[in-house]
């Protein structure tokens, strides 16, 4: 199958099917409520399971249902939807359990609007619910990278037990690209049978798996919570991904940027280029785990004079820049919210005042 034209929240369900994904149970919110249409017409004709729970707070208890039972399942929401979900999450995460979560964010708090925004970046890598566990975040920047993190994200949760996210804003979900579906992310499913609750007569087994995150001995609790945080360290060890751009060059400014705003930065830091002023540019394509040492090797280069951390939100990832720079530059924030993105021009503005 060549390239096809396809929105972005169409292509994320279309990922996960050629993922091997036949479980998907959700609960309408815009701005990803086609990820839901047009599954609940496309998982029938391959075999697959659609259902639509009464809210949020259900879905988010089928799929850890599902995931119990070792089958690949995910869903798709959106910021006050994952809110709602947050509980079932840490159960989730606590049980071990593989799944796959997608929040196309809109913009807050409360209602808020139906907008893209990136306001939910501190929900997904340090505070999506209760409990000492992390998610592996991954952050595309297009149809095409979304449709290739949702592929990669069901091995990546069973390779860790865990819950994956993809964090995408309304942008990644409402836009029309071109896409294609490459059958090397296709995988098959890992041995489940030596933890999944898919019964003893399938597995040939005397012995019931058994899964909870019930620890009421805090020496258990906290041996539990040992072995939780060896996967996230494990994760920070082997899953960190960015995109490096213009930095051979002697860039006077270093942007971070990450999702559909990287993409404004990238046409800003291309127009600034053209103009004789080199900016260089580090895009997290994870945020958990968040790729500290690029960015701060970045910022310690010999020419650098200012970092930006720009973003569709109020500064959620400017903590996680302003780590990894570690003081060797003054680190700035730029940025909107509730819908309205930034220009080039204004990227471009901006960023002349910090490199004067």
Known sequence: MGKVLMKGNEAIGEAAIRAGC????????????????YLSRRLPEVGGLFLQGESEVAVSYMILG??????????????????LMSEGISYIAGMQ????????????PGLGGILPSQADY??????IGHGDFRLLVMAPASVQEAAEMTMKAFPLAEKYRNPVMILGDGLIGQMMEPVEFHDNLKT?????????????????????????????????????????????DRMQQEEIRFEAVNIDSDYKVLIVSYGTMSRVCRTAVDQLKAEGLEVGMIRPQTVFP??????????????????ASIEMSMGQMLEDVQRSVKGRQPVHWFGKCGGEVPTPEEVIEFVRSLAR
């Open 66 to 83: 599902a995931a119990a039972a070792g089958e690949r399942v995910f869903t798709t929401s959106s910021s006050p939807g994952i809110s």
């Open 22 to 37: 036949l479980n998907y149970f959700a609960y309408p919110i815009t701005p990803q409520s086609e990820v839901a249409e």
């Open 97 to 108: 359990l593989p799944a796959v979560f997608v929040n196309i964010m809109r913009g807050g």
């Open 122 to 127: 501190l929900q997904a890598t340090k505070g």
């Open 188 to 232: 098959k499913p890992v041995d489940k049978n030596g933890w999944a609750t898919n019964g003893m007569d399938t597995r040939g087994s005397s012995q019931r798996n058994l899964i909870r995150s019930l620890y009421l001995d805090p020496e258990v609790l906290n041996r539990h919570n040992l072995e939780l945080k060896a996967k996230y």
């Open 290 to 307: 968040f790729p500290e040492e690029a960015v701060g090797n970045a910022a310690a280069g010999k020419s650098c004079r200012a970092v």
